[in-house]
């Protein structure tokens, strides 16, 4: 994933959005815990959809301004 940062800021905007979206799009699918229920599983749950949701993200954006700068 190094070659494709977007730098500390541009990381940090593009993990937030891609983890809220990734969150959402799991919750709606019923594939994540509701977090409402505040124990563990559903606290890892969240976490990890955020996490997988702003890696993929980040990835995207990465190939889409790699493609362009050449």
């Known amino acids: ?11 940090s905007i593009a993990g937030i959005l891609g983890g809220g ?6 919750g709606t ?9 505040g124990d563990l599983s559903a606290i890892l749950g ?4 955020g996490g997988v949701g702003g ?3 980040m990835a995207i954006i990465g190939l889409i301004k790699k493609a362009l700068g050449k």
């Open 55 to 57: 890696g993929v993200l």
């Open 46 to 49: 969240s976490v990890v959809s």
């Open 1 to 11: 994933m190094k070659k494709l940062s977007l730098g500390t800021l541009g990381n």
């Open 29 to 37: 699918l019923g594939l994540a815990p509701a977090a409402r229920t």
């Open 21 to 26: 979206l990734g969150g959402q799009l799991l």
